[in-house]
């Protein structure tokens, strides 16, 4: 019986699994990559500068995510649906078009710097190629009834450049912070806050469901857009700081909480699906960061 039920839960989720890891491995690589080009050192250096950066930062997020919850709450309460379908297809653009732009140069081939004027000519190539495939696949899932399968590989491209720009311009204190900030407002939020009160005015399968816009469809399971965002966050705060063989035990772990979270909503619905995974795998990062000293 219990053999049966774990094949089941595994064999159930195998996709999403599959994907999030893929979007892992691709963070991982650009993550690494970044910290070669700038030498960014696999340090936690706690200063009072490097505080302050990382309050500064939580506190912008927790704005940002306090005013859109509300914000949100009050169009659904409106009626206005519509208008958040436009808002949130439009930031998707911009975001997309800003990440890649200022990291796809970044991330090419050395050679191509020594072609001269070309150079030019192959990154705005390989920048254009993928904010095209960007909007052809967002407009599908937007626009289109029935192509919500088309939002993944946006979605999960956005989430890798997202979290790959933490190595770029935060302290390795700042993520951690946030990670373990953002998993407390998640079980607020699904329990007692905005996101509870949106679930009751609004059916998942709704036409004008904003969730469904911000659902990464994996066939058998959905994973809100921030979700997979902050595990990928977790992964490029793993690789700055264990930039080794052992970085797999942490990734192991988020895994684990994972599916221990997609168990436990045999139970109970809706669940958070940060702390579990981000808990377990922030504290399997310590004791790795301690035993190597």
């Known amino acids: 019986m219990g053999t049966s039920l774990k094949t089941s839960i595994l064999g159930k989720y195998a996709l999403p699994l599959l994907l999030l890891n893929l979007s892992y491995i691709f963070t991982a690589l650009i993550s690494l990559r970044l910290i070669a080009i700038l030498n960014i050192p696999p340090t936690i250096s706690v200063t009072e500068e490097t505080l302050a950066s990382s309050i500064t930062t939580l506190a912008v997020y927790i704005i940002a995510l306090g005013g859109g919850a509300v914000l949100l709450y009050f169009l659904i309460v409106k009626g206005a649906l519509g208008i958040i379908k436009y808002y949130v297809f439009a930031s998707f653009l911009v975001v997309i078009f ?3 732009a200022l990291e ?3 991330l090419l081939p050395y050679q191509i710097y020594s072609m ?3 150079s030019s000519l192959i990154q705005y190539v390989a920048v254009a190629i993928i904010i095209v495939i960007m909007i052809t696949l967002l407009s599908l899932h937007f626009f289109k009834r029935n192509r919500t399968y088309y939002f993944a590989p946006p979605a999960i491209y956005l989430c890798i450049m997202l979290a790959s ?3 770029l311009f935060f302290d390795a204190v ?3 912070i946030l990670l373990l900030a953002i998993s407390a407002y998640d079980v607020f939020a699904v329990f007692v806050g905005p996101l509870k009160q949106v679930a009751k005015h609004l059916d998942r399968d709704e036409e004008n469901n904003p969730f469904a816009y911000l659902l990464i ?3 058998y399971a959905g994973l809100g857009l921030g979700d997979v965002l902050f595990y990928n966050i977790f992964i490029a705060t793993v690789i700055r700081l264990v930039p080794n063989i052992f970085s797999i035990i942490p990734i192991l772990f988020l895994d684990t909480g994972f599916i221990v979270t997609i168990y436990l909503l045999k ?3 809706p669940l958070p699906a940060l702390p579990i995974p981000i808990i377990m795998g922030l504290l399997s990062l310590l004791i790795i960061i301690i035993a190597l000293g």
Request: hydrophobic residues 50%; charged residues 15%; without cysteine.
């Open 98 to 100: 800003l990440l890649t």
């Open 104 to 106: 796809i140069p970044i």
């Open 116 to 118: 001269g004027g070309f």
């Open 165 to 167: 720009i933490f190595v």
């Open 174 to 176: 700042t993520p951690i």
């Open 217 to 219: 469809d994996f066939g």
């Open 267 to 269: 139970y109970r619905r």
